[in-house]
T-cell receptor, first 116, second 113 residues
Framework: AQSVSQHNHHVILSEAASLELGCNYS??????LFWYVQYPGQHLQLLLK??????LVKGIKGFEAEFIKSKFSFNLRKPSVQWSDTAEYFC??????????????FGKGTHLIIQP | GAGVSQSPRYKVAKRGQDVALRCDPI?????LFWYQQALGQGPEFLTY????????KSGLPSDRFFAERPEGSVSTLKIQRTQQEDSAVYLC???????????FGDGTRLSIL
C-alpha cells in the first residue's frame, strides 16, 4: 500500500517569498505523482503531474515540482508567491500501470497562507 | 466546460438513516472514483469504476457503503444505517481514460446527527 507524507500542515509566507512544500511517498513500485490545490470554496484542481520522463515538471500558475526517486520525494516549489496562492495543497500518488486505474493516495495537506 | 457535478452539496441525516449521494462525471469520462475526506485530512479512496464495472472497492469502510454506476455515466454512493463517523465530505472524480489525471467535483458534505 502507498502512503504520502506532507511535512508541513500550516505554512505562512509573505508575498514574493519563495515556497517549497515537502512531499515524501512510500511505495515499492513505479508511481505517478500529483499536486492538487484547493482554493477556498472551490474543488480540488490539478496543479501538476509526473508520469515519466523529465523529473522536473512545470504546472500552472508558476508552480513546479521535482521528482527525486532516490529520496521518494516530490517537492512543490514556486519562486515568488502571491496572495492568491492562499489555499490547501495536497500531494498524491498512485501506482503507475499499463492498464487499469488506481485510486489516489493523498497526503494530509498543507494549508498555505500568503500575507499581503 | 461542464465539470464533475455532485448533489446534494450538503446533506444532514439522523443516525440510522440511509443516504444517497449522486455524481455526474464529465461527459465521456470512462473512469470514476469516490473518495471520503474527513475534516483536516486528505481524501481517502473508496471505490473505482471503469464504465459500469466496479473494479476496485477496497476502500469502502464497511458493508453499509454501496456504490453503483449502472449505465456507465452517473454514479450513486449509498450509505445505509448511517453513523456519526460517516460525517465527512464525499468527493467524486472522473478521468477520460485509465492513468489520466482525475477531475474532482465540489463534493457532498454529509453530517450525521
Amino acid at each position: 500500500a502507498q502512503s504520502v507524507s506532507q511535512h508541513n500542515h500550516h505554512v505562512i509566507l509573505s508575498e514574493a517569498a519563495s515556497l517549497e512544500l515537502g512531499c515524501n511517498y512510500s511505495y515499492g513500485g513505479t508511481v505517478n505523482l500529483f499536486w492538487y490545490v484547493q482554493y477556498p470554496g472551490q474543488h480540488l484542481q490539478l496543479l501538476l503531474k509526473y508520469f515519466s520522463g523529465d523529473p522536473l515538471v512545470k504546472g500552472i500558475k508558476g508552480f513546479e515540482a521535482e521528482f527525486i526517486k532516490s529520496k521518494f520525494s516530490f517537492n512543490l516549489r514556486k519562486p515568488s508567491v502571491q496572495w492568491s496562492d492562499t489555499a490547501e495543497y495536497f500531494c498524491a500518488v498512485n501506482a503507475a500501470s499499463g492498464g487499469g486505474a488506481d485510486g489516489l493516495t493523498f497526503g494530509k495537506g498543507t494549508h498555505l497562507i500568503i500575507q499581503p | 466546460g461542464a465539470g464533475v457535478s455532485q448533489s446534494p452539496r450538503y446533506k444532514v441525516a439522523k443516525r440510522g438513516q440511509d443516504v444517497a449521494l449522486r455524481c455526474d462525471p464529465i461527459s465521456g469520462h470512462v473512469s470514476l472514483f469516490w473518495y471520503q475526506q474527513a475534516l483536516g485530512q486528505g481524501p481517502e479512496f473508496l471505490t473505482y469504476f471503469q464504465n459500469e464495472a466496479q473494479l476496485d472497492k477496497s476502500g469502502l469502510p464497511s458493508d453499509r457503503f454501496f456504490a453503483e454506476r449502472p449505465e456507465g455515466s452517473v454514479s450513486t454512493l449509498k450509505i445505509q444505517r448511517t453513523q456519526q463517523e460517516d460525517s465527512a465530505v464525499y468527493l467524486c472524480a472522473s478521468s477520460l481514460y485509465e492513468d489520466q489525471p482525475q477531475h474532482f467535483g465540489d463534493g457532498t458534505r454529509l453530517s450525521i446527527l
